[in-house]
């Protein structure tokens, strides 16, 4: 269970770095533009939300298996950011529209 | 001319690619499979799939039994406790001639019988490191030259990337071949270069004693004995004495190993000596509850119980073990197995990616010139990836089709296994060569050939074992279960990538045939001109 919520903290992470690039933010947010401080704000949320997951990881599974599960989980969960914009792009904007992102 | 330093790393990149990316895809390959090495084994040896009992079993009754099987002038004989990736006793004793394995059923302690083979742990693990190139150590040497390659491969795709940051997350899926192709490769390039750097360096590590062999020759002076007593925690054997000494009880020993490990189980016990009064005991540390793959043990003596070497790693082997363990996976986390099998799986997308990139951006120009390399790499590109898939699912199949008995000449029936599995590599190689004449048909078809063989294990599976995947389900045989999905996935994904690139083919004979009958500028003078 914490592995599953960790796992959406860094996706929900990635999720804010995407929305930071354009290509990504046009798919999501059909082309709204983005002020620089915005821009920071969210890199800064990305970023906590990031070490959020690590921790929680960590203090579930401890630093030697955390520290791999982090690593690795945090690939799957950009990768999950990709596919997202690739093929399910209607529910994902969906998501980004009902959390006003 | 190389004039910048990222017009010289996209050559390192292109060419270090191309010529060890075949063994790269391999050895990713294999090394995602062995993620699941014991599962696969309890596929491919059906005898051996039990429920791990509840309760503890008895190592002198494991002794009892092992002890009425072997010869009684064996030299050592060893077990491995049954655990939740191998419910059953692993027992091998060495006789004059070679080792055998045997399994003794977890409940019973009897001999389960079965048909002789390698199954993931006998070759599709050691082909990861070794390529089954034993002579000279040659196979461990090509896979550290495809590692470093692999290093070099990895930090010169970032360095030569134009847009790491801008298309961190850009898939474009329905553009043309070479530009999918391309954002496929960053993806997996950029989002898993943690894992599959660290993967690579940490399988260079494990060999560090195989591709850095000067450094411990210094430090130990060449006394390599001195280095893997300290390291590995070998001890020098006694010699057998007298014959008829009687075996101190296994089961009080365990405890005490146990109480020194503070209750970490023993998983591998061996008993050098086993007839004689110079018997020893050796019993090792379980790997399962944490990531160190270590290398804890104890030696008894046989006879009187007292303990005759204890090794414990020291800080340098410890971080070593670490990094071996990382690697190696033997730890119980299945979470953390899931994942590396993904990872392991985006290992071969990024390597055989980057094969259709080089393809896909020189073809038409080859074609055009006449050159036939495009061609030669295609058809390496079809055997190393589809291929080798396709090798491996026959390594499947001949393990449900041989008979018992079966043989050739002096091939026995698992190095006959092996046998198909290295014949059908071959075999697509040749079949790759002869049909990429005409576009993506090597491909194509070696993609139903994955298709129809995964579907034909499940089959067989079903057939020669009555396990089909409701009954495993049933029984619990999650090993079982798994390995029948994976099969079944592979085939649906295989028959979706045939279905799309016949899509590509069939464009590609429409372009071509448009191509063929637009006039060229001038040849219909005005009406070309309009």
């Known amino acids: 269970m914490i592995t599953l919520a960790s796992f959406m903290i860094a996706f929900a992470g990635f999720t804010f770095i995407a929305l930071t690039q354009n290509k990504p933010r046009k798919i999501l947010c059909g082309g709204a533009g983005q002020g620089q401080s915005q821009k920071r704000w969210y890199r800064l949320i990305a970023t906590t939300l990031l070490l959020l997951s690590l921790i929680l990881i960590i203090s579930n599974e401890g630093w030697s298996f955390g520290s791999i599960m982090w690593g690795t989980l945090i690939t799957i969960a950009a990768m999950t950011v990709s596919m997202g914009l690739t093929f399910f792009t209607a529910p994902f904007r969906k998501l980004v529209r009902v959390t006003k992102l | ?530």
């Open chain 2, 1 to 530: 001319m190389l004039h910048s330093l990222r017009t010289s790393l996209t050559w390192l990149h292109t060419w270090s690619g191309l010529l060890l990316g075949s063994i790269l895809f391999a050895v990713f390959w294999m090394g995602t499979l062995s993620v699941f090495d014991r599962e696969i084994d309890r596929w491919m040896m059906p005898e051996t799939r039990h429920v791990l009992p509840s309760h503890d079993i008895s190592m002198d009754a494991i002794s009892e039994s092992v002890a009425a099987i072997v010869p009684v002038e064996t030299s050592r004989w060893q077990f491995t406790m049954p655990s939740a990736r191998e419910p059953i006793v692993r027992v091998y004793y060495q006789d004059e001639e070679e080792f055998h394995r045997i399994h003794l059923d977890p409940d019973t302690l009897k001999v389960v019988e079965g048909r002789d083979t390698l199954g993931a742990t006998g070759f599709i693990f050691p082909f990861h490191y070794s390529l089954m190139l034993r002579w000279n150590m040659l196979g461990y040497w090509i896979v550290g030259l495809a590692a470093m390659a692999m290093l070099v491969l990895l930090v010169s795709g970032v360095i030569i990337h134009k847009k790491i940051f801008l298309d961190f997350f850009t898939f474009r899926s329905r553009n043309k071949l070479s530009r999918s192709s391309l954002d496929l490769h960053n993806l997996t390039g950029v989002l898993g270069l943690p894992f599959h750097f660290l993967i690579t360096l940490s399988g260079l590590i494990i060999f560090i004693s195989i591709y850095l062999p000067g450094v411990m020759d210094r430090t130990y002076r060449g006394d390599a004995t001195e280095f893997s007593s300290e390291a590995f925690g070998n001890y020098i054997q006694v010699p057998a004495g007298e014959a008829g000494g009687e075996l101190v009880s296994l089961d009080s020993l365990r405890q005490r190993a146990e109480a020194k490990w503070g209750g970490s189980k023993v998983y591998f016990t061996r008993i050098w000596n086993p007839n004689d009064a110079n018997a020893t005991v050796e019993m090792r540390r379980n790997r399962e509850d944490a990531v160190p793959l270590n290398l804890d043990l104890i030696a008894f003596d046989g006879d009187s119980g007292n303990i005759y070497s204890i090794h414990k790693s020291g800080p340098v082997m410890t971080a070593q073990r670490w990094i071996a363990g990382f690697h190696f996976i033997q730890f119980d986390h299945w979470t953390l197995r899931w994942i590396y099998f993904v990872l392991g799986l985006f290992g071969c997308i990024l390597i055989g990616s980057g094969f259709v990139i080089w393809i896909e951006t020189r073809r038409k120009q080859h074609e055009l010139e006449g050159k036939i390399s495009s061609r030669i790499v295609e058809g390496l590109a079809v055997a190393s990836i589809t291929g080798v898939i396709i090798a491996t699912l026959a390594f499947f199949v001949a393990n449900r089709l041989l008979p018992a008995g079966a043989g050739l000449m002096h091939i026995g029936r698992a190095e006959l296994e092996v046998w198909i599995f290295f014949i059908v590599w071959a075999g697509t190689a040749i079949h790759a060569g002869l049909r990429n004449k005409t576009n993506l048909l090597a491909w194509i078809e070696q993609c139903r050939g994955i298709v129809c063989l995964s579907l034909l294990a499940v089959i067989l599976n079903w057939l020669t074992t009555g396990d089909h995947l409701l009954t495993s389900l049933s029984q619990g045989f999650w090993a079982i279960v798994g390995m029948d999905i994976m099969l079944l996935l592979g085939a649906m994904t295989s028959l979706f990538v045939t279905h799309k690139l016949s899509q590509g083919m069939t464009n590609r004979a429409s372009a071509q045939v448009k191509t063929d009958i637009t006039p060229t500028p001038g040849s219909l003078g005005t009406e070309a001109r309009a």
